[in-house]
């Protein structure tokens, strides 16, 4: 009775999208009238509203209700991401499905004589390519593709290769984030090849063209590899990666000194003293003339300080809850390697973070500090994995050294404490400007 019930509050609202009783962007009737008008229970028009969100007919606003966004396409961008994770198909195969879709657009424009028309949009959008701004180079490169699948007009071909498309991009602009100026123009020139091709209504140079384009996206992100690349761990340093605890420092720093009769510091110059854990930071901020005597004393009392004040104003950044949890969904394991000491690390993991590390690891003794490999090699030993099937991610030198000393790849920040330009010219292997894009690297096989 339930299963046909949810059938048929189904079978009303498909026929209201058919005959255009609802249009799309308009309101859907609530759970509780479609319950009522139709005679079922509201657990039928529940799950029947929500296997049609779940396929994209609709979209459920928090607050606002269901409304019609004919987004049918989101259940074969649904389909494709499972088969990815149950190994059922594979980054090298998505390639070599999305290079001969774009032969097959091409093929098609040309057929329907539709190129000039195509030739003028692309141009258009590669106009905004900029050499200097990274981030229009690669909306620049995404609307690329768009126009063109666009310009065959067929809506058939646009929803089926849409999702295809959306799910290649994750992976192609964590690339275009990750590599040099050199690399990201020669990408830029494929793309005039592939136009200027169209433009001739030359099918073999279109097909050259193309071929080149994937060749130098392939290269860029050593395809033939990308499936040995996924970590088995990821180690999280602490403050300036998943914690902002800038502000807490700062004034744990500056009551102690106060408290002795010291100067206090700015914002910004504690962000210069931090790094190397606490007996560091404590050095920084005194006097350069002050005696161990003092040091210890300081040392001390700021311990016991920032232990009762660690959490007042630090905060998670955003985007960082959700890339552990989605490392989590997928299997790989996580961790907190920090110099901090580890009285402070051991609650600020666990109360910002409850549940989402295996383990947390602070200075402690017998062990070096980074840039020392101790402690990476230690949350190795404790997750029980090799540190080739690591991937450590910081935001400093200290973090590039400890990666570098230990063998182990890395992905640095550029939203912590060190400035970006800094980190470039220090060699850094990959740097990651969110945590959002931290996650399309990771899990999009870096």
């Keep these: 009775m339930e ?3 949810y059938q048929k509050v189904l079978e009303y609202l498909l026929s209201l999208f058919e005959t255009g009783g609802i249009q799309i962007g308009e309101k859907l009737p609530t759970e509780r009238k479609l319950a009522e008008s139709l005679s079922v229970g509201r657990n039928s028009a529940r799950e029947a509203l929500k296997m ?3 396929m994209g007919v609709i979209e459920s606003r928090q607050g606002s209700g269901n409304f019609f966004a004919g987004n049918l396409n989101k259940s074969i ?27 097959a657009i091409c093929r098609a424009i040309l057929e329907e004589n539709k190129q000039d028309k195509a030739a003028v949009s692309l141009q258009k959008v590669l106009e905004n390519w900029s050499v200097q701004d990274i981030e229009k180079q690669i909306e620049a490169d995404r609307t690329f593709h768009r126009v063109l699948l666009a310009s065959t007009e067929n809506r058939l071909w646009i929803n089926l290769f849409s999702p295809v498309m959306e799910l290649y991009r994750k992976w192609v602009d964590a690339v275009l984030h990750r590599v040099n100026e050199a690399d990201r123009s020669q990408i830029f020139e494929s793309h005039k090849a592939i136009v200027a091709a169209l433009r001739a209504g030359d099918e073999a140079a279109l097909e050259f063209a193309i071929n080149r384009h994937y060749e130098l996206v392939e290269s860029t992100m050593a395809i033939s590899n990308s499936n040995k690349i996924r970590p088995k761990a990821v180690l999280f340093d602490m403050d300036g990666t998943i ?10 720093t500056n009551a102690v000194l106060q408290q002795f009769g010291y100067p206090t510091h700015t914002l910004e110059e504690i962000r210069t003293y931090v790094g190397n854990g606490i007996r560091k930071l404590v050095q920084r901020a005194l006097p350069i003339h002050h005696s161990l005597e003092e040091e ?15 959490a007042e104003k630090t905060k998670a950044y955003e985007g960082i809850l959700p890339l552990l949890s989605s490392l989590r969904a997928e299997g790989i394991y996580t961790a907190v390697v920090s110099n901090k000491a580890d009285f402070a690390v051991q ?8 549940g989402l590390f295996d383990i947390a690891i602070g200075e ?3 062990y070096e500090k980074k840039p020392a490999p101790d402690l990476l090699l230690l949350a190795c030993e404790k997750l029980g994995v090799e540190k080739e099937d690591i991937l450590y991610v910081g935001d400093s030198l200290v973090d590039l050294a400890a990666a570098r000393n230990t063998g182990v790849r890395h992905i640095l920040v550029t939203y912590g404490y060190e400035k970006e330009e800094v980190l470039r010219q220090a060699g850094a292997e990959a ?13 999009g096989n870096m």
């Design 77 to 103: 961008s649904l389909m494709l991401e499972w088969m990815l994770r149950f190994h059922q198909t594979n980054w090298t195969e998505i390639c070599a499905f999305r290079k001969n879709m774009d032969k």
């Design 347 to 354: 609650p600020l993991a666990e109360r910002y973070f409850p």
């Design 296 to 310: 210890e004393k300081v040392y001390d009392a700021f311990c016991t300080y920032y232990g009762a004040h660690s």
């Design 431 to 443: 740097l990651a400007d969110s945590p959002k894009q931290l996650q399309e690297m990771i899990l």
């Design 243 to 252: 914690l902002n605890t800038l502000e807490d420092l700062r004034d744990s």
């Design 364 to 366: 402690r003794a017998g």
């Design 3 to 5: 299963n046909r019930e």
């Design 52 to 54: 049609l969100e779940n």
